[in-house]
């Protein structure tokens, strides 16, 4: 435990609110996924940034470079395993009421233009598979690191992480997805 936890209240207590958060307002693969980056990011950014941090340098008091770097290398690692592992295997069920897969292996950039000058509906290209992944990985390996590192109103990171992830997760597919 920490010496703030001592008297206070325990991380784990702030471990499941920021977890029951994300499965209440968030698909089930967004979700999911935030609650992963809670777990694996943040025990890798504070591995690195014990060790290494000293050299690095700070980003605010208690969080430096290298466990940024840490927090993002292995968020974009685990978005990549799970995005493209473990959801394509997730079995889709009619009439779920948890909202689902967001994740579809594809995003969509530039809206397209008909001869008119009108827009069309829909977007004017895609990006799939591999590249996706990719851009989606990076992406989320961006947005566990800043998550990790920002200080939300002094709210605990076990909540904080998992919150402005999905968030972050969430935008990115529902305005390329």
Known sequence: MRESEVRGTNGVVWYLVGSLTVLLFFPKDVATLSILLLSWCDTAASTAGRAWGKYTPRIRKGKSLAGCLAGFVVGAVTAAIFLGWIVPGTPRFQNDPVGGIMWNGRLGFGRGVSGNGRQK??????????????????????????????DLWGLDDNVVIPVVSAVGVWGLLKVFG
Not at 125 to 148: F, N, P, Q
């Open 121 to 150: 509906s829909g977007w004017g290209r895609w990006i799939e598979g591999g590249w996706a992944l990719g851009l989606m990985s990076l992406w989320t390996g961006l947005v566990a690191s800043a998550s990790e590192a920002m």
